[in-house]
């Protein structure tokens, strides 16, 4: 008797326990799931650096369209590090862009003293299930006047400019945040000590450029001046891959144009190392020239220069078809 007596409550005990434990369980899923819709509301497109593996963003891989499939391939790395090897083939290529004159042997030594000074390999945050990576691109365009992107910019984990694109003035347009600043000499502004340095190099002074320009000073000439100086956190450098513009040029850009514009390399970058990706500030003027946000047009006839603009433009417009991006145009 004694034993049922202490029995009984104790099983009571574990009934009530369990129904607790069950009802958590349904409360945390009800949870889960709520948090899934709503993300999946607030984020209504692919999330292409999952392919084929885990993704805490709406849709993932399995579901990319054949379309972008046929344009991306996640085997090319974005930065060089030591590890990397850059082909002669891919040299060749990359040397016609500005007319390098130096040979191949001499890139590689040069790249070995990048490392030397800079972090072997990029930070890159890597993909994880539990965690979906937004990224917002900002161009230059005129375009971003008199828009109020600014806050919904400022939101993302990653904002990425380019060149001189400023944000002091322009907050509400463009919003305050960089995490990542792509530049190459002829286009460089300082930086304060938590934004990366994301150089793009077009030949191999611009490699050299970014190792003595945060060091003893670049004095060297180029076809616009250069700065001997900047500052930026070295900690912080990257340097995007050769490889990575000719891939670009290749299966983005279908060879169009001499070689693809910073504003196109940013977004393409973007589809790498975020799992969303939303664009801002892109668009010619109604003259077709590349107008800033920051100043007055002065020459009129500065269309797209050496880059497929009309092209990279119809690309970004595509993606956003596809999904694969948002991309926000002036109000
Ligand atoms: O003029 P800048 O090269 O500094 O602009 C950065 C990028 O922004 C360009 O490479 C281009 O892709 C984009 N841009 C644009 N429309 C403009 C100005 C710039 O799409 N009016």
């Keep these: 008797m004694e034993m049922i007596i202490t029995y009984q409550p104790a099983k009571m005990n574990t009934k009530v326990k369990m129904n607790t434990k069950v009802k958590m369980l349904i409360l945390l899923l009800c949870m889960t799931g709520i948090g899934l819709f709503w993300r999946g ?26 379309w972008f499939v046929q344009h991306f391939n996640q085997s090319v790395e974005p930065f060089l590090s030591a590890k990397y090897l850059l082909t002669e083939d891919s040299f060749n290529w990359w040397r016609r862009l500005q007319l390098e004159k130096r040979s191949f042997s001499f890139y590689k030594e040069t790249v070995d003293q990048l490392f030397q000074m800079f972090p072997s390999s990029p930070r890159v945050e890597g993909p994880r299930p539990d965690h979906c990576r937004t990224c917002a691109v900002v161009g230059n365009s005129g375009n971003l006047i008199g828009t109020p992107y600014g806050p919904m910019i400022d939101y993302h984990d990653i904002v990425i400019r380019m060149n001189g694109g400023p944000t002091q003035g322009y907050e509400a347009h463009v919003g305050t945040k960089t995490t990542h600043r792509i530049v190459y000499p002829e286009s460089a502004v300082d930086l304060d000590d938590k934004t990366h340095l994301v150089v793009v190099p077009f030949k191999i002074m611009d490699i050299e450029w970014v190792m003595k320009a945060l060091s003893t000073g670049f004095h060297g000439r180029s076809y616009m001046p250069v700065r001997p100086f900047i500052k930026a956190n070295k900690d912080l450098v990257m340097v995007v891959n050769p490889a990575f513009l000719r891939y670009v040029h290749d299966n983005w850009l279908r060879k169009r144009g001499s070689y693809p514009s910073t504003g196109f390399i940013a977004v393409v970058l973007a589809l790498h190392i975020c799992d969303e990706v939303e664009v801002f500030g892109y668009g010619a003027d109604a003259d ?20 497929p603009g009309n092209h990279e433009y119809d690309m970004i417009q595509e993606l956003a078809k596809q999904q694969s991006l948002k991309f926000y145009k002036p109000t």
Excluded: D, F, I
Excluded at 297 to 302: A, S
């Design 41 to 66: 509301y607030m984020s209504p497109y692919t999330s292409p650096q999952v392919l084929g593996g885990p993704c805490a963003c709406r849709r993932c891989l399995s579901e990319a369209n054949p």
């Design 288 to 307: 077709g020239n590349w107008n800033h946000y920051w100043e007055t047009l002065k020459n009129k006839r500065l269309k797209t220069g050496l880059h």
